[in-house]
């Protein structure tokens, strides 16, 4: 089974607008940590925001915000305003367990963003 | 800002040679990772390191690869006997602690089997 489940392989928005990415996921682990990357076409992994499973509150970075429904296992990713720069691909990224030992994340298969001017 | 680094951007050889990928992570970090990404896939686990042993593996991860701290500052990734299935994009990153923190991904090395 799918850990990180993205059902959207491709995203348009209108440049100024906001969108949303979701994100699902699968876990009987009561701590995990929910990331997510964007990766222009240069390539390079690109960190945007960070969720914990016991955060009480969505997390929020400048034009990016997390929703967060930890009951539905869904965190969708939601920027804001968008800009021709937002055109990438965006990962979404799971931690099981938390502990003083690294943890690898998962990833889901990404959704690609395209910004229209 | 201190960042993680890959060296070479790109790697082209032969099938059935042997490549090295070196990564310097940050430098108060202590988790490392690869991870490698073939062409228009999604990213995929293959090893993670801590105190100087392996801590974490995925099935990928075979006898085909090893991974090494040579010294203070730089973390390998080696693939004995490269398969054309090999042909990926390779991330190397690193963490502070485990947990919550987030992983710090360097620039990737393209790597292609021929």
């Known amino acids: 089974a799918q850990k990180i489940t993205q059902t959207q392989p491709g995203m348009f928005v209108q440049e100024k607008e906001a969108v949303t990415l979701d994100c699902t996921y699968d876990?009987?682990?009561?701590?995990?940590?929910l990331f997510w990357y964007k990766q222009p076409s240069s390539g390079e992994m690109i960190f945007l925001i960070y969720q914990g499973s016991y955060d009480q509150q969505n997390a929020t970075e400048g034009r990016y915000s997390l929703n967060f429904q930890k009951a539905r296992k869904s965190a969708n990713l939601v920027i804001s305003a968008s800009q021709l720069g937002d055109s990438a691909m965006y990962f979404c990224a799971m931690r099981e367990g938390f502990d003083n030992y690294g943890q690898n994340f998962v990833f889901g298969p990404g959704t690609r963003l395209s910004v229209l001017p | 800002e201190p960042e993680v680094t890959q060296t070479p951007s790109h790697q082209v050889t032969q099938m059935g040679q042997e490549v090295i990928l070196r990564c310097v992570p940050i430098?108060?970090?202590?988790?490392f990772y690869w991870y490698r990404q073939i062409l228009g896939q999604k990213v995929e686990f293959l090893v993670s390191f801590y105190n100087n042993e392996i801590s974490e593996k995925s099935e990928i991860f075979d006898d085909q690869f090893s991974v090494e701290r040579p010294d203070g500052s730089n973390f390998t990734l080696k693939i004995r006997s490269t398969k054309l299935e090999d042909s990926a994009m390779y991330f190397c990153?690193?963490?502070?602690?485990?947990?919550?923190?987030?992983?710090?991904f360097g620039p990737g090395t393209r790597l292609t089997v021929l």
């Open positions: 430098s108060n970090h202590l988790y």
């Open positions: 990153a690193s963490s502070e602690a485990g947990g919550d923190n987030e992983q710090f």
């Open positions: 876990t009987s682990d009561p701590s995990y940590g």
